[in-house]
């Protein structure tokens, strides 16, 4: 599955942004979607999953109340709208795909496909 990743950008804190992921190869059906971020000097960082069948939504704690993670039929995308925003959510976003359990969606190492990353930048 190929992916692109977009909609990162600069905002001020408290701001919002909307990140969006398309798979161009094959729809998302019968795959775990999820997003992932990476700041400067850290480690990749789970923030949020949702399976495509049934729609389950995991999480990151960081996050939670925050983000929230859709998927749209119509277009193939599996979209991350980030509400709130904080000067500590600056990093580079990237989806990846895979067939995850559940108690796995937060393993990076689950997901097989990923795409390349877009920088979101939160001002203070």
């Known amino acids: 599955v190929q992916l692109q990743a977009s909609g990162g950008g600069l905002v001020q804190a408290g701001g919002s942004l909307r990140l969006s992921c398309a798979a161009s190869?094959?729809?998302?059906?019968?795959?775990?979607a999820a997003w992932f971020r990476q700041a400067p000097g850290k480690e990749r960082e789970f923030v949020a999953a949702i399976r495509w069948n049934g729609g389950t939504t995991v999480y990151a704690d960081s996050v939670k109340g925050r983000f929230t993670i859709s998927k749209n039929n119509a277009l193939n995308t599996v979209d991350l709208q980030m509400n709130g925003l904080k000067p500590d959510d600056t990093a580079v976003y990237s989806c990846a795909v895979g067939r995850p359990i559940l108690s796995y969606f937060r393993s990076p190492e689950a997901y097989t496909s990923w795409g390349q990353g877009t920088q979101v930048t939160v001002s203070s």
């Open positions: 190869t094959r729809t998302f059906s019968g795959y775990t």
